[in-house]
Structure formats: C-alpha cells, structure tokens
C-alpha cells in the first residue's frame, strides 16, 4: 500500500518506537500504584487478588497499548492517561491479581500485531482478533464487537453507493485496513497513515475523502473535530476485539478468567456505559448500516 507519511515523519515513527521499547525518556510510559480501591481515576470492583500471575515487573500488571485513544484510554498524552475502558479494563485485572501497580506503555500498533514488542503482560489498543495475528501473538476470548466505520467531512458526499470511487484513508496493520483491501476493494489505492490523528488530519485537510476504521474509533476521533467529521455510516465485519498476550504467555489463561468474570459480573458493560458513550458522543448501534456487496 502507498503510505503518506514522509521521511520526516517516518523518523518520528522510529523514535516512538524505540521510545515504545524502552530507549526514551518516561512520556511513552506512565506508572500508577492503587490507592485503596482506586487506580487513577478508576474504581475497580471484585476480590482483590482472588487471582494469581506472574507479571513481568514484581506486583505490576504491564500493558501496552497506542496511546492515547478517546474513550478508551483518556488523555492528551500518556501522563495525563487516568481512565477510560480499556484503562480501567486493565485496572480491574490487576486489582483482581492482588497487584499493587498498573503500567502502561505506548507501543505502535503495527508493532503490537506483529509481535516484535517484549516485557509486556497484556495489550489493549483496541485490538480485533484475526487468524494472521493468532500466527504470532495470543488473544483473549472477544470482549467488544466492533464493525468498521466510515467518517467523513460534515457536509461532504460519501454513501454506500459511491465510496469504493474515493480516495480513502486506514491505519497501518489494522483489521480495518484488511477488510478495506480484501472486501470492499476500493478503486484507488487506499492512503495509509501510522495512526489515528494523522488520519483525521488527512481528512479535514482534504486529502482523503473518508477514514475506515473501527467504528468505536471513529466515532471518538469524530467526537475530538468539534464537528468538523462525522461518522456517516458502519459495514458490519463480525469482528471482535481482544486482549493481547505474549506468544505462548503464562498468564493468558488467568487473565482470560478474570476478563471472563468481568463480562458476567457486568463490569465491562459498566465500562462501556461510562466512558464509551460519552467518547463517541451516540450510540454506535445507531449509525446507518451499509452493505459492502
């Protein structure tokens, strides 16, 4: 695919990778210890350590993730992240495994899905599990569906009828961005950017007449333009996000029980009713439903 980053630009990928494994200073990372039944702005819920792991660092659940993300990990940098549903996600598990602190590492997407980062416990960034990614990394049972959204400029054309003639815009190594190739087969060459807000930018810019990518994404990023985009309509995938492990991880069927027990004891739906909505500023259930065929 042709990408529109530049040299420059491309640089700065590098450097937050290597900032992402450890050769940077601390504003990829952020580190919060418990306080009572609290992390950061999060109130965790359940038996504290009725579970048992083996973390990576002594009493802290290491999780990486592409940070910020509207929603789900709240903030304007990853310092400032204190909530969010995958945040507090990660806070509950952790408070369930009897573990005092919560670490959280910004981490380049394309390198999560490929395996090629370490020293980690778990991801979160909003993950969809696919067959390809199972060939270097293990998932969790799914535990937010997700369909790809399409967001636009307000105002501007695009429908069903015509987006397979424009130019649009996916992230790099994402399942949105594989559905985009393989199923709905645009007639150009889709732009492809290194991460969320370099693709909104495209948009309100006009260098792309629309971005597909998960509609819960979309919609936060729409809530972030002040109305300048909007999501105006969703494919459905029967895609499914998941927790991210270390290939052969010795936690992965713990930290499956303690995801398992959120999603039956209500918690996850808690999550959801606090942070998602209010990110994505309405209901993803009711965004127009478009047919790919």
């Known amino acids: 695919m042709v990408t529109l980053r530049s040299t420059a630009v491309a640089t700065a990928g590098l450097v937050a990778l290597l900032l992402a494994s450890g050769c940077g200073g601390s504003s990829s990372a952020n580190t919060t210890e418990a306080s009572g039944d609290s992390y950061g702005n999060c109130k965790v819920s359940g038996k504290r350590g009725e579970f048992k792991l083996n973390p990576v660092v002594a009493d802290t659940l290491s999780v990486q993730g592409d940070l910020p993300s509207p929603g789900w990990w709240n903030g304007d940098t990853v310092a400032q992240i204190k909530d969010g549903y995958e945040y507090c996600m990660a806070a ?60 636009i400029k307000s105002g501007s054309d695009v429908s069903a009828a015509n987006v397979r003639k424009l130019r649009l815009g996916v992230k790099q190594g994402t399942a949105g961005a594989l559905w985009v190739a393989k199923t709905l087969k645009p007639e150009q060459q889709p732009k492809v950017f290194a991460n969320d807000p370099e693709m909104s930018a495209a948009l309100q810019a006009g260098q792309i007449d629309a971005a597909l990518q998960d509609v819960a994404i979309m919609l936060g990023s729409a809530q972030k333009s002040n109305g300048l985009l909007k999501v105006a309509g969703q494919f459905e995938t029967g895609e499914s996000y998941g927790a991210l492990y270390p290939k052969d991880s010795a936690n992965a069927d713990t930290i499956n029980k303690i995801i398992d027990q959120m999603k039956s004891d209500g918690t996850l739906d808690k999550l959801s009713a606090d942070y998602l909505s209010k990110a994505f500023g309405g209901d993803p259930a009711a965004i127009p439903q478009w047919q790919a065929s």
């Open 92 to 151: 509950n598990i952790a408070y369930r495994a009897g573990l005092s602190k919560l670490a959280i590492e910004n981490t380049p997407f394309d390198a999560l899905v490929s395996g090629r980062t370490q020293h980690f416990d778990m991801a979160l960034a909003e993950i969809s599990i696919t067959d390809e990614r199972k060939k270097v990394v293990n998932f969790s049972a799914p535990y937010f569906a997700s369909n790809i959204g399409v967001m």
